[in-house]
Structures are given as structure tokens and as C-alpha cells.
T-cell receptor, first 113, second 115 residues
Framework: DQQVKQNSPSLSVQEGRISILNCDYT??????FLWYKKYPAEGPTFLIS?????DKNEDGRFTVFLNKSAKHLSLHIVPSQPGDSAVYFC????????????FGKGTSLLVTP | DAGVIQSPRHEVTEMGQEVTLRCKPI?????LFWYRQTMMRGLELLIY????????DSGMPEDRFSAKMPNASFSTLKIQPSEPRDSAVYFC?????????????FGNGTRLTVT
């Protein structure tokens, strides 16, 4: 049972434009959300996170938006760069789940020059 | 900081053989996680340890899978006997502290192929 869903397996964006990656979750107990970035043959690396008490968190070119009522979050990358081409995983967790992160299946982003 | 170290990077074995994957977490990290990545299921949690104690192994698919953490700097994931459907990339990750919202640090994974 997938509690975190990324319904777009892939996304292609031109360099300089905005990339928007979406994520939906079903468990209302989730109260912390993270985005990870993964290059081929490497492990995922932490990118940005947001607590459920916020609706936006920004770090440089990366912004995560959270809509709790819709159980939806999105990652915006502005401006997109070719080096951003990677697989992006959305993850969620809750205090009640202890230590575990629940991941989506990932969205493969391709930024073209 | 050497990061999380996993070995081997690639493992090819025949069905029925025993496979052992190894992980060295980042020094000072006291939580360790094993994840498996497949196309169908994405990244799924198999088991995690806190202070070397298994906390939740409900993600371990079958009794053929077992994991140990004999000390703070080493963990193994064993599959015996292995089956073709076990083919996947297995990631180990670690985290410092008991903070549920702390990011995980992943190793580069072991790509397992069972023929």
C-alpha cells in the first residue's frame, strides 16, 4: 500500500524554466516531508524538507510547498539547470512511525539545454 | 566524513545461493536502515535499527531475509536462499540521533542480480 505517491514517472523541462514535481500522500499522520535527489549509481541525497506546521520552505533555487488539506506537496526548482537532471523522491514520516521514511516511486527529471 | 559505505557494489549470483550485503554507517550515527529499490515498488523499507537493536522488520519480505547489526559500525543483510525476484538495488542509510525528522544519509547501494 503506497502511502506516498508520485504520479509522474518523468518530467522534461528546458534549462532556465521552472520544474514542478508533485507528490501526494494518504496518511494524515505524516507531519514531516522530505525531498531526495538521486543520480545514477549513487544513493539518494537529502535536498529539502518541510514540517507540517509550515506551508512553504525555500532553499536557494528549491522551494517546497505543502497543502495539508489536499495532502499534497510540490517541489519547485527555479531556474532549472542541466545538473538538476536526476530522479527526485518524495518522502514522508511521522512521530508515531518512529524512525521510518516512506518514499514515493520517484520522478525522473530531465533538464535540456 | 567517509559517508555510508556499502559492499559489494555489484553482486551476481545464482538462484539458491546465499547473498550477504554489508554496510558501514557514518561514525556517530545510531540509526541504520536497509531499503530496497525496484521499478515496481520504488524505495521500500526493509528493516531499521536504533542503537544496534532492530526496531521494525515488518518490511522484510520473507524469512529468507535476515539482518544483523552486531555493533555500531557494521550491519549485514543476508538472503538465503536467493531468488530471481530478489534482484534489486539495496541501500543502507544511517542517521544521527533519535530525531524522526532528521535526514537519512544513504550509501551508494548494492546492485543484486539473481539469475
Amino acid at each position: 500500500d503506497q502511502q506516498v505517491k508520485q504520479n509522474s514517472p518523468s518530467l522534461s523541462v528546458q534549462e532556465g524554466r521552472i520544474s514542478i514535481l508533485n507528490c501526494d500522500y494518504t496518511n494524515s499522520m505524516f507531519d514531516y516531508f522530505l525531498w531526495y535527489k538521486k543520480y545514477p549509481a549513487e544513493g539518494p541525497t537529502f535536498l529539502i524538507s518541510i514540517s507540517s506546521i509550515k506551508d512553504k520552505n525555500e532553499d536557494g533555487r528549491f522551494t517546497v510547498f505543502l497543502n495539508k488539506s489536499a495532502k499534497h506537496l510540490s517541489l519547485h526548482i527555479v531556474p532549472s539547470q542541466p545538473g538538476d537532471s536526476a530522479v527526485y523522491f518524495c518522502a514522508a514520516t511521522s512521530r508515531s512511525s518512529g524512525y521510518a521514511l516512506n518514499f514515493g516511486k520517484g520522478t525522473s527529471l530531465l533538464v535540456t539545454p | 566524513d567517509a559517508g555510508v559505505i556499502q559492499s559489494p557494489r555489484h553482486e551476481v549470483t545464482e538462484m539458491g545461493q546465499e547473498v550477504t550485503l554489508r554496510c558501514k554507517p557514518i561514525s556517530g550515527h545510531n540509526s541504520l536502515f536497509w531499503y530496497r529499490q525496484t521499478m515496481m515498488r520504488g524505495l521500500e523499507l526493509l528493516i531499521y535499527f536504533n542503537n544496534n537493536v532492530p526496531i521494525d522488520d515488518s518490511g522484510m519480505p520473507e524469512d529468507r531475509f535476515s539482518a544483523k547489526m552486531p555493533n555500531a559500525s557494521f550491519s549485514t543483510l543476508k538472503i538465503q536462499p536467493s531468488e530471481p525476484r530478489d534482484s534489486a538495488v539495496y541501500f543502507c542509510a544511517s542517521r544521527k540521533g533519535d530525531y524522526y525528522n532528521s535526514p537519512l544519509h544513504f550509501g551508494n547501494g548494492t546492485r543484486l542480480t539473481v539469475t
